[in-house]
């Protein structure tokens, strides 16, 4: 699997990041209240715990199962205990390591149904982004087909699917309500806004209503109350420079909503630009 990480072309924001940091373990935290960040330097990976079981989002690698796994448990968590599995979108280095998460934690596993068939497939039968293998990963058999607005409910936590389609049909951003010393805070965790190199805009036969998608998305996150912003990569939301900040006293680093709406705002104009670009290339 790893062979075919370094042939991405980009599944995000960072593609031109080292991708070392996509399997280099990184201390587990407590984010707030009972939402948890399990995941590597980037590829993030969150637990939401309560007393009924766990919710994971994003299984991320195949070889990311062994840290995931670890994390929790360095957390005082039970692997075991993780009843649900969700993701950000079905691109491999978020779902890559479903397969073999579900085989070994027993839990049930939960997509938004725009992208549903591409995890239950191992994948996109016809890839959109040209190079680039990130659209394959192994197949997982998918418990139930979230719907937009759905929500995701175990023991006394809450999650909400919010469809912000485009990166994949299905993209996923996930919000939900914690307390933290007794405040209610606004997670938002970001699916993914980005315009991959190689994405079709304009024309795109097997996706024709992506750059409407991309649209919609930018409505979406920007109406969204945010506190704690967070995303599918921790290079979205400046993961490790908070992280450095946690117990040195102050605000929480996480409650970040300037920090959120910059990296909407950049990320449409990223998007828009690109737009008009293939535009005027037709």
């Not at 370094?6 to 924001?13: P, V």
Request: glycine share 10%; proline share 5%.
């Amino acid at each position: 699997m790893l062979f075919s990480i370094l042939l991405l072309l980009g599944c995000s924001q960072v593609f031109a990041q080292d991708m070392s940091s996509w399997t280099e373990p990184f201390p587990p935290h407590r984010i707030a209240g009972n939402l948890y960040y399990v995941g590597s330097r980037d590829l993030a990976s969150y637990l939401i715990t309560t007393p009924e079981g766990h919710v994971l989002i994003n299984s991320s690698l195949e070889e990311s199962v062994p840290l995931i796994r670890a994390s929790v448990e360095k957390l005082g968590f039970k692997f075991a205990d993780i009843r649900i599995l969700l993701i950000s979108h079905a691109h491999s280095d978020h779902c890559a390591g479903s397969a073999e998460f579900l085989k070994q934690s027993g839990a049930k596993y939960w997509v938004m149904e725009q992208d549903a068939d591409a995890v239950e497939n191992g994948g996109a039968k016809k890839a959109r982004v040209g190079k680039g293998d990130y659209t394959q990963f192994p197949a997982a058999k998918v418990d139930h087909r979230l719907k937009d607005g759905e929500e995701v409910k175990l023991g006394d936590a809450v999650l909400v699917a919010r469809l912000t389609p485009g990166h994949t049909p299905g993209c996923t951003t996930w919000t939900m309500q914690v307390t933290d010393n007794g405040k209610p805070l606004n997670a938002v965790i970001i699916g993914s806004p980005n315009v991959n190199p190689g994405y079709v805009l304009v024309g795109n036969k097997n996706y024709p209503a992506i750059a409407t998608d991309y649209e919609k998305t930018f409505r979406v996150l920007k109406a969204l109350p945010v506190d704690l912003f967070l995303g599918a990569h921790g290079g979205y939301y400046g993961m490790e420079a908070k992280h450095a900040r946690l117990g040195t006293g102050g605000t929480n680093p996480f409650i970040d909503p300037a920090g959120y709406l910059r990296y909407v705002t950049d990320r449409e104009a990223a998007f828009r630009k690109e737009w008009e670009k293939q535009k005027k290339s037709k």
